[in-house]
């Protein structure tokens, strides 16, 4: 594709050559082939147009930037938002392929990847291929991915639903952050479904407040005017969550279903909710049926998770009957509620939840299972959201019988400050059924050491996560390796 012909539609000063053939397209200078465009956009660790004249020296046959740099040897186009251009000139280069799929977005603080992870459980069980962008990994046409960033930028999603595409799956469903919404990494992606979890506080260290992480989120629901596919639009929206309740009184131009535990005049409903230590139990309600239900998903937030997979099924257009018969047999993500039992009678329970709201939602179900007691391990990752650390500890020590606060990924911070920032919460509240033990690794032993017969140990945090940050090191680290090594 010639050069003049992909930058066509974006509003920018060239300077150069545009008959020229272009090969391929990358923001990494390590990864430039001749006739490749680099996009040299400022990522949070460095500035892409450090790198320009080393691409440019790789055989790039354009630089784009946002501003002009010299003597570069190459095009240069100079455009006001990278981020737009980037997505614009990907998805003219992949040939549109968000245009040849149904594009499902699940967006909210919790339940997004297990969400993920339910849709393509189900979709496999009817035989339908499914692609699916999130937290863990890219999974798509027999390649499984691991996943550097929930949301990877719109270059490498226009690259995978090109591959997709290719491969012929219809359907892509992935978890959009609010971090890719604010720095545009979707944008330009028409999307047919999207869906909202919750929002409780988390990543305010980026959105300062409540307000502009809502605002980030509510951009899913916003693009959904920019209707190309001339198609019915859907959001699938949690009413029982304020921030869902305002967005469904937002003017959203799509078909709202709404799904609620609370409101059984919702699109989607639960009701007669039993909640045991091996299922869950509930009437689910729609506008084409009703059933009742047992799924092998513990706690009151699964069944929103469920709730949520409903909607996105009646969006897609399948029957009732099949969403019903299948539904019931969903698998859970990785390290979400993962359940180990050890010869010793107690049983340890390993989950992402790295919010307050996630871990007063799994510490409920672990209270559901009726343990004797419940130990809990957590920390909290540096160089992140300071605000929810005493919160934490205090849904922590209120809700378990003994807290061991040790690190999660502390990053460039220093581990023992943030442990005293945990603690804090705990001493607001004058609780002391805690101990700090700063690595992870004795946390884990020491609470395991403690527990007894029918006690639950929960290792929070860290779920599918096979690594540690420290400083900036990336060790190999997994709870669940720990526990079978010691259990």
């Known amino acids: 594709m010639l050069l003049g012909n992909l930058i066509s539609e974006l509003n920018a000063q060239i300077y150069g050559n545009i008959e020229t053939e272009i090969t391929g397209l990358s923001y990494d200078s390590r990864t430039v082939r ?3 465009v680099f996009f040299a956009f400022k990522g949070i660790h460095a500035d892409g147009a450090s790198f320009a004249h080393e691409a440019a020296a790789k055989g790039a046959a354009c630089v784009v930037s946002e501003n002009k740099i010299d003597n570069l040897g190459c095009t240069n186009a100079v455009v006001k938002d990278i981020n737009e251009a980037m997505s614009k000139m ?4 992949y040939d549109y392929p968000d245009k040849k799929m149904t594009i499902i977005g699940v967006t909210g603080t919790n339940g997004k990847t297990s969400i993920t992870y339910m849709t393509e459980s189900l979709f496999k069980s009817m035989g339908i291929q499914i692609g699916v962008i999130g937290t ?3 999974r798509y046409a027999g390649k499984i991915i691991d996943a550097p960033n929930t949301t990877p930028q719109s270059l490498d ?17 992935t978890e959009v952050s609010s971090h890719s919404l604010s720095l545009g990494r979707v944008k330009g992606i028409e999307f047919d479904i999207a869906v909202f979890t919750n929002l409780t506080p988390d990543h305010l260290d980026f959105h300062k407040n409540m307000n502009s992480y809502f605002e980030a989120k509510s951009m ?10 001339k198609n019915t639009k859907y959001t699938i929206l949690n009413i029982d969550d304020d921030y869902g309740k305002k967005l469904f009184e937002n003017d959203i131009k799509a078909e709202k279903l709404s799904y609620s535990t609370k409101d059984v005049k919702a699109a989607i409903s639960a009701s007669d909710i039993k909640l045991k230590n091996t299922d869950s139990s509930f009437t689910l309600k729609t506008n084409f049926g009703t059933k009742s239900l047992s799924v092998h998903h513990i706690g009151l937030h699964n069944v929103y998770n469920i709730l949520a997979v409903t909607g996105i099924c009646i969006a897609a257009g399948f029957k009732f009957e099949d969403i019903v ?3 019931e047999n969903t698998s859970p993500a990785p390290g979400r509620f993962e359940k180990i039992v050890s010869k010793k009678g107690f049983t340890v329970i390993i989950d992402y939840a790295h919010t307050d709201d996630a871990l007063k939602n799994v510490l409920s179900a672990i209270k559901n299972l009726n343990p004797s ?4 391990v957590f920390g909290c990752g540096g160089n992140r959201d300071r605000t929810k650390r005493p919160v934490m500890a205090k849904t922590a020590c209120t809700m378990s019988d003994f807290v061991f606060i040790t690190s999660d990924n502390p990053r460039e911070e220093d581990p023992v400050k943030i442990t005293e920032e945990i603690e804090s919460g705990a001493k607001e509240i004058n609780k002391t059924n805690y101990k700090t033990i700063i690595d992870r690794r004795s946390a884990i032993a020491e609470a395991v050491k403690y527990a007894g017969k029918n006690d639950i140990v929960l290792l929070a945090g860290k779920g599918h996560e096979k690594y540690q940050i420290i400083g900036t090191t990336k060790f190999h680290f997994d709870d669940k390796e720990e526990v079978m090594k010691l259990i």
């Open 325 to 327: 018969r299948f539904i």
């Open 34 to 36: 001749k006739g490749f």
């Open 373 to 376: 007691r419940i130990i809990t």
């Open 90 to 93: 990907s998805s003219k280069f």
């Open 220 to 229: 899913l629901f916003s693009s959904l005017s920019n209707n190309r596919k």
């Open 136 to 138: 863990i990994s890219y």
């Open 157 to 173: 999603l226009y690259r995978m639903m090109s591959e997709m595409a290719a491969a012929g799956i219809k359907y892509l469903i």
